[in-house]
Structure formats: structure tokens, C-alpha cells
């Protein structure tokens, strides 16, 4: 394997070699886009680019350095942003071909807090089609190639934010969560994705403001690198009624934790999802990997309720606020999921959705119980090796048929429905030779500590090549012919969608 050697920095080690005067915000973005053409067009991670204004922004971070002054935690560091996100001045399309040629005139608030911190937004990361499912591709930019073999999916809907941070093309991106999109592509991609609680990051754009499903969170190749970034943008926001006035220090000085401390439970398939039996071995393997290091590994019944109806109940009515008017106004526009998604939604009744809530809340208290005296739990983050991108979904595991779509995420949807914090390690290769992600979830409001354990975890991960974080081979990207773009149809028209086409090979 071989990179940019700047592009392969973490970003802590970016900063100080800014503080140091070692690099340069400016440099570091050159680098970044050469690395960026060599490699991006193999796996089509980042779709919509705003290099000019990413360079000027480079340039007033490099003279704030040199005078000592930068302008916040992320002063000079690009990132990539998700394309379900909006950002002032850049195409943001939604991976749908209504919004093709949508620029927005204002960021998100999380965005709008990392720019504030002094990250520069580079591009946007592909998604699924309105974020729906577990495999990136849509009809404006086409897929997205896992970086350790691109004829495989990266998982989603995250899946280009994942993918660019497994390649080094940019140290920091942003992602969000229903049932599993921060860390299904994470673990995916060999890199670290953390779902909050629902009141750390504000998330005002939410459909439903009441309804704790979906939650925004960062991404990163380093818990200590994710945590950087989460310091940057959680928060309160008036319009998210869900998130929580807190200390703005709340996540700066994470107490370490000495691993013969942690009390841990596992499961391999909560509460009886189907799991592949090679996925379940390699998670048997992980287990006996850190036993010896830690205070306690005990089995944990993860049987919580009607978790598959519960979360399909709730997925769907969020679907229906958000779609459900426009798929029946311009119907051609929209892929055959969400189109699913809504018809679903429309087919549950009053009675439905308030037993759906009810049953939530069951949920929670037996999973309270659960994970009382516990740091965390433990359970594999995908239930399958990658496959081929050309396959919308997981069809069947371990002799059992997928009854809809998203089915094969139940290992991640269902702690979605605990409302708290989740999070995805990076440990070694699966026997496919893909990487291997090791789900941690925490108790609801328990950010700090899910925390605190998932850096000592990933420092014992790390001890071993086996289950350390595994690297992709860049130089055989560079050399991949898979077209990714093959199913595009309706591409960006606009001057901004064409010079973003273009950018990644013209640098």
C-alpha cells in the first residue's frame, strides 16, 4: 500500500504539524487533491468539490497559523460532508435527481459548527438515494467502491463519507444514523463511526423533531480523531427539541480507561438476527482477543421486544413525512425504495404507530436492564462480508430470506432504537479478507464513557495486526476499471455539478 504521505496523517498529527510549522493548511490541501485524483475516480467517493473557495479558506488558515491564531479546533483541516447535508455554496443533491442542481443558500447547523471550528469543506460524500438503504448509489452520481476490493459495496447510507476516509482522501467527514449509517459503512471501510445519543448534535432539519431515529454524527480513522471532531460540532439547537443545553467541555478531557477496568457483555446476533457463520467466528475471535486484557466478557440476552416491527413502524412514518406528498406528485423521481418506504408507512395505522412508540419505550427499559454494571456491549456491526454493488441488498443470510430491503441491518437498527450511543471499531479482515467492524453500544446519555471504552478497546485492537485497523491497497485502486458510474441518468446540468465532475482529474 502506498499514499500521500501527508494525505495518510491523522488529524491530530495535522494540527500539530501546523502548530509546529511543519505544514501548512495550504499544502496539505494540494496534497490532498493530488492524492484525491489518483484514487477517487476508482471509488467515487466524493462527488461535488469546491476547490477554489477550499484553497482561499487554506490560505487565511495558513496566515492565522503563522501568526499563532488559529481559528478553532479544526482550523485548516478539509473535510467531506455528506451529500443528505447541506452546504451554503456547494451542490447538494440528496443522490436524487429532483435536487440535482439544488446549491443551498445555508449550511446545516452541524456543518455551519464545523466551519465554524476552521474546517474547510472540500466536497460532498455519496450517498443512496435520500439516504435509503445500505448501499451507496444513486441515479446523480452513481456507486461507491469499497477502497479493499471497488466492485463491493461500502454499505451506507454513509457509505461515501466511509470510503473517503478509508483512502486518505480527506481526515474528517460527516455522516448520519437511522438504522445504522454511520456505522454499517464504517465498519465497512475499516474506519471508526459513532452514532450520539439523540441529544448531542443538534439535528433541527429532522422530519419528525420529536422522533429520536435519526441522529447526525462524525466519522473518523481514530476514536481520538472522531472525538476531535465531535467537541467541534455537538450542541443545542432551538429547532431540535430533542437536543439538550450541555457543557461545552463535555467531551474535551475523556478520563482514560486502564482495560482490566472494563466490564463488558457481548452478542453475536442481538436477540436472534441472522448472522454469517464466518462473520460469527471472526467475532468469537475478536472476543478471545481481548478476554484476557479485561475485567470482565460475559454473554448478554439482547431478546428486547418487537424490535423488527417496532423500528419498521417508526422508519416508515418518518419516510412519509418526508416523501410521502412529493413521491405522489412526481413520482418518476424517486427510486423504488423510497417509493417502498412510503407504502409502508401509508399501510400502518394510528393504532400501529402508537404501539410502535410504546413498544420503543419497552425497549429501552429492557435494555436498561441489560446493561446495568456494564461499560458496554459488544456485538458484530455487519452480519455479512461485503458484496458485489450491482446487488441492491443482502438477500438472504445464513439460510434466511430478507423480508424487505433494509432487513439485513438489524444488528445496527436495533440498537438504533435505544436512543443512545453507538459505535463501530475497525478490527482486521474478515475471512473474505474485507474489514471487520466491532459494534460497542452504551447506555442512553452514556456518550463520554462509550467513549473512553472504545479508545482503550481500539488501543488493544491495535497491539495486534490481526485486529489492528486494516489499510487498503491504494496503488491496486489506481488500477481498478470498475465502472461505478454506470448507472447514472440523470448527472448534474449546472456550471458547479460540471466543474465537481471534472475537479478530481483536472488537479
Not at 108 to 128: C, S
Request: contains cysteine; neutral net charge.
Amino acid at each position: 500500500m502506498t499514499a500521500h504521505p501527508l494525505a495518510a496523517l491523522t488529524a491530530h498529527q495535522m494540527l500539530t504539524a501546523f502548530a509546529q510549522g511543519t505544514l501548512t493548511p495550504s499544502t496539505l490541501l494540494d496534497a490532498l487533491l493530488a492524492h484525491i485524483a489518483a484514487i477517487n475516480p476508482a471509488i467515487n467517493a466524493l462527488t461535488a468539490f469546491d476547490i477554489d473557495a477550499a484553497r482561499a479558506e487554506a490560505a487565511l488558515s495558513t496566515q492565522r497559523w503563522a501568526k499563532g491564531q488559529p481559528k478553532g479546533l479544526l482550523d485548516g483541516l478539509p473535510i467531506g460532508v455528506k451529500d443528505l447535508q447541506e452546504t451554503k455554496g456547494l451542490l447538494t443533491t440528496y443522490g436524487n435527481p429532483r435536487s440535482r442542481n439544488h446549491v443551498p443558500v445555508q449550511d446545516l447547523p452541524m456543518v455551519a459548527r464545523l466551519r465554524a471550528a476552521g474546517a474547510i469543506v472540500l466536497a460532498k460524500t455519496n450517498v443512496p438515494e435520500l439516504g435509503a438503504g445500505g448501499n451507496t448509489r444513486n441515479p446523480v452520481w452513481g456507486a461507491t467502491g469499497n477502497p479493499f476490493n471497488p466492485a463491493l459495496i461500502v454499505g451506507g447510507s454513509s457509505g461515501g463519507s466511509a470510503a473517503a476516509l478509508a483512502a486518505d482522501l480527506v481526515p474528517l467527514a460527516t455522516g448520519s444514523d437511522t438504522g445504522g449509517s454511520l456505522r454499517l459503512p464504517a465498519a465497512l471501510c475499516g474506519i471508526v463511526g459513532y452514532r450520539p445519543s439523540v441529544d448531542v448534535i443538534a439535528h433541527p432539519t429532522r422530519p419528525l423533531g420529536w422522533s429520536a431515529i435519526s441522529v447526525l454524527g462524525p466519522m473518523a480513522r481514530t476514536v481520538d480523531d472522531l472525538v476531535l471532531m465531535l467537541r467541534a460540532c455537538h450542541g443545542f439547537d432551538p429547532g431540535d427539541p430533542l437536543s439538550a443545553p450541555s457543557d461545552p467541555a463535555r467531551f474535551d478531557a475523556l478520563l482514560p480507561r486502564d482495560p482490566g477496568t472494563l466490564r463488558l457483555g457481548y452478542s453475536e446476533d442481538f436477540g436472534g438476527a441472522p448472522v454469517d457463520p464466518q462473520i460469527r467466528a471472526t467475532f468469537r475471535a475478536r472476543l478471545a482477543a481481548l478476554k484476557p486484557d479485561v475485567a470482565e466478557l460475559r454473554p448478554v440476552d439482547l431478546t428486547l421486544g418487537a424490535m423488527d416491527r417496532a423500528f419498521d413502524i417508526l422508519r416508515a412514518e418518518s419516510f412519509v413525512a418526508a416523501f410521502g406528498t412529493a413521491t405522489q406528485t412526481d413520482p418518476d423521481n424517486f427510486g423504488p425504495h423510497i417509493h417502498a418506504n412510503v407504502q409502508l408507512g401509508l399501510g400502518f395505522s394510528l393504532a400501529d404507530r402508537a404501539w410502535a412508540h410504546a413498544e420503543q419505550t419497552r425497549i429501552l427499559r429492557q435494555f436498561n436492564a441489560r446493561i446495568a454494571g456494564l461499560d458496554a456491549i459488544l456485538l458484530p456491526t455487519a452480519p455479512v462480508s461485503p458484496f458485489p454493488w450491482t446487488q441492491s441488498h443482502a438477500t438472504q443470510i445464513d439460510g434466511q430470506d430478507m423480508d424487505i430491503y433494509y432487513r439485513w441491518l438489524a444488528l445496527t437498527y436495533r440498537g438504533s432504537l435505544t436512543g443512545g450511543p453507538a459505535i463501530t471499531l475497525p478490527s482486521g479482515l474478515d475471512p473474505a479478507g474485507m474489514p471487520f467492524g466491532l459494534q460497542l453500544l452504551g447506555p442512553v446519555r452514556g456518550d463520554a464513557g462509550l467513549l473512553a471504552c472504545a479508545r482503550s478497546l481500539e488501543a488493544l485492537l491495535a497491539r495486534d495486526p490481526d485486529t489492528a485497523r486494516p489499510r487498503p491497497d491504494l496503488d491496486a485502486l489506481t488500477r481498478s476499471t470498475v465502472d461505478l458510474r454506470a448507472i447514472v441518468t440523470h448527472p448534474p446540468q449546472s456550471d458547479a455539478a460540471s466543474a465537481a465532475l471534472s475537479a478530481p482529474t483536472a488537479v
